[in-house]
């Protein structure tokens, strides 16, 4: 039973579009073909449950964090469009924020409209935050705007959205991101600058990506290969696009 069940998980996989085609990858999918998958798996986790790969990993993943961390610093110095929304729920009005690009001075200001590309430091009319001043960053029910009473707080959506800059002794910066991507990228670009832990999902999932293409790369077999030097030319375009099908 468990191999019939292995069967049909993994023609699953493929994402079959008729029961035609589920079926041919069935047959292909004979017992056989599943022991060979199963060793050729076993084989391949137990590769890198080694000691030695487990021990490039963890010489490895420093460097993959410094790596995540410049990205995030990088778009902090990008800056981003927030919204001002207030208890009302109304969202007509913009700021906009971006670190410095030697990343001392925490930049922001006003916006009559959302802007098309970065904004420049010298049309942010606010005084700017020094990063030495922040004291702390905090999140979702711990921020200023959160604990105020009226719809912000009821909503389960902006809460997971909120973050906060806490600097000076009672002063604050309070954020509502556009989605989670930007929340993940500058919580983490915030505690990096604070030298703390970069802990948000996003960063999980970097890691791992990463970190699994490194050890790939590093595992090669690569000797006698001649590597260039420089990347091989771009190719011209085709004469035309007839190879191309749509499946869907």
């Known amino acids: ?13 493929i994402k079959p579009n008729s029961l035609d085609q589920f ?3 069935l047959q292909n999918l ?8 199963r060793q050729s798996e076993r084989m391949n986790q137990e590769d890198f449950q080694s000691r030695p790969i487990l021990e490039l990993r963890e010489k490895i993943q420093p460097e993959i964090m410094e790596l995540i961390k410049q990205q995030r610093l990088n778009r902090l110095c990008e ?19 971006r670190l410095s690009p030697n ?9 009559e409209e959302s802007p098309q590309g970065e904004v420049p430091h010298d049309s942010l ?6 990063v030495a001043d922040i004291k702390a960053v905090v999140t979702g029910k711990d921020c200023p705007h959160m604990k105020e009473k009226g ?10 959205l909120a973050f906060s800059v806490l600097y000076e002794s009672d002063e604050y910066l309070n954020f509502i991101a556009p989605d989670k991507h930007e929340y993940c990228v500058w919580t983490d670009g915030l505690n990096a600058l604070l030298g703390k832990e970069m802990t948000s999902e996003f960063t999980r999932s ?19 290969i001649q590597i260039p030097e420089v990347p091989p030319p771009i190719p011209k375009e085709p004469s035309n696009y007839d190879f191309v099908y749509d499946c869907n």
């Open 206 to 224: 970097d890691m791992d990506t990463l970190l699994n293409m490194e050890m790939k790369l590093r595992l090669l077999d690569l000797e006698n």
């Open 103 to 111: 990343h001392k001075v925490l930049h922001y200001g006003d916006l």
């Open 151 to 160: 719809a912000l707080k009821q909503n389960k959506e902006v809460l997971e």
């Open 1 to 13: 039973m468990q191999v019939v069940k292995e069967q049909i998980t993994r023609a699953l996989t």
């Open 125 to 130: 009319q606010d005084k700017p935050v020094p």
């Open 79 to 97: 800056g981003t469009c927030f919204r001002k929304i207030s208890s009302r729920r109304r969202q007509d009005k913009f700021w906009y924020c």
């Open 23 to 25: 079926k041919s990858r």
């Open 30 to 37: 004979s017992y056989t073909e599943i022991l060979k998958l």
